[in-house]
């Protein structure tokens, strides 16, 4: 990371630094590791490659400054001088997020509301960008530490695992960003046939389609930086992703499912790159030798009951051994369950999801 450039953050779910970190290595991108995620360069050239290849962030704030907080009055000076006209249209809402402990500054409510006239004040005189459609509210992030205050603004535009190609959901979908770290943590790649045999609303196969054919990470790939006047004069060049052509195909036996799945991959612009077909796994017959089968399967207290878990496990060990050549990445709720799904599996990453904690176990192919 070099000296002189803002710094921006790169924050992910509790438990998916590692998948982030590899993301972004792959990347070129230099990190330091922070509490919930990594700090960067906030140059346009970094932004522009986790726009197009940092799957498993849920937000990219770049750091505006730290301030005086001993008083309102000093914290209502420090946001003011801030560079607010670099980031906000004028038109913009502005909604503060409040985090950390001042210990000057205690009242949660009046704190947000001076942050927000600082802002407004710092707003007034001839301003920047107000062309197009006036963006949503913009979040800003006030982090209390004693009697300082550092302040980030929202570079991504609202959380990132929000691609905008799943409005359709099934129960308990996976979040994008989690369906793209268990991707990266099984260290799939696009050139891997990819099968995911319980697919819901389709994110595993959306999210790796999306990849295998180099679009960004979000629909349009429209963040929020690329309006500021912040980058205004800066050079962006467009960013190449590595590509690959293998299958993916993913199935779910509940024709709503599949209906979903298939609105999905279109609305993600991958309708032709990912076939989705109704089926029970145990009638599958794997698409070729090798490949990576991925699943969130049924499980916890959302869909399974505890006490049908075992019952569950034990049909899909049976169902997995017509795929011995493949690479397995399964999730189930406790990592003890991996030994009842069959040999070989290690947890190679945990979360939460839905409030509950989950592992990934992954299994490497096995030769008959
Ligand atoms: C937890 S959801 C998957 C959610 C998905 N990962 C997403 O992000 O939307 C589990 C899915 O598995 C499907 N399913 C359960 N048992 C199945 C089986 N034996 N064969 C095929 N699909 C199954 C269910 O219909 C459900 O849609």
């Known amino acids: 990371m070099s000296d002189g450039a803002r710094t921006a953050r790169v924050s992910c779910l509790k438990g998916l630094e590692e998948p982030l970190g590899a993301e972004l290595d792959a990347l070129g991108v230099a990190h330091r590791p922070v509490p919930g995620g990594v700090l960067v360069d906030a140059t346009a050239g970094v932004l522009a490659r986790l726009d197009a290849g940092c799957f498993c962030a849920d937000r990219v704030q770049i750091k505006l400054g730290r301030v005086k907080a001993a008083s309102m009055e000093s914290l209502a000076s420090g946001v003011r001088s801030l560079p607010w006209k670099q980031v906000l249209d004028p038109r913009q809402d502005v909604r503060v997020v409040l985090r950390g402990n001042g210990a000057a500054l205690r009242r949660g409510g009046a704190v947000g509301k001076k942050v ?10 001839p301003r ?25 603004a929202d570079a991504s535009g609202g959380p990132l695992h929000k ?10 979908p996976l979040r994008e960003t989690v369906a793209a770290a268990v991707l990266r943590a099984a260290d799939w790649s696009p050139d891997e046939p990819l099968v995911d ?40 060049k467009g960013v190449a992703m590595p590509t690959g052509k293998a299958p993916i195909l993913v199935y779910d036996r509940d024709p709503g499912a599949v209906k979903a799945a298939i609105r999905n991959a279109r609305r993600g612009e991958v309708g032709a790159r990912v076939r989705v077909e109704q089926g029970h796994f145990a009638e599958l017959v794997p698409p070729g030798d090798r490949g990576l089968l991925v699943a969130n399967p049924p499980w916890g207290r959302r869909i399974a009951s505890r006490e049908a878990m075992p019952k569950m496990v034990a049909a899909w060990r049976r169902a997995l051994a017509a795929w011995d050549g493949w690479r397995i990445a399964w999730i189930l709720p406790d990592p003890a369950l991996f030994g009842s799904l069959g040999p070989g599996f290690r947890v190679v990453l945990r979360f939460r999801h839905g409030g509950v904690p989950v592992a990934v176990g992954l299994r490497d192919a096995r030769v008959r």
């Open 163 to 172: 691609r905008g190609w799943r409005p359709e959901t099934v129960k308990a």
């Open 128 to 152: 920047g960008m107000a062309s197009g459609r006036p963006p949503g509210p913009h979040e800003v992030l006030v982090e209390l530490e004693g009697s300082h205050a550092v302040v980030w």
């Open 197 to 236: 045999p319980m697919c819901g609303a389709g994110t595993f196969g959306i999210e790796a389609a999306r990849r295998a054919a180099g679009l960004p990470v979000s629909l349009d790939g429209s963040t929020a930086w690329r309006r500021w006047p912040m980058y205004a004069s800066a050079k962006v």
């Open 116 to 125: 927000e006239l600082g802002i407004r004040d710092a707003m007034r005189g």
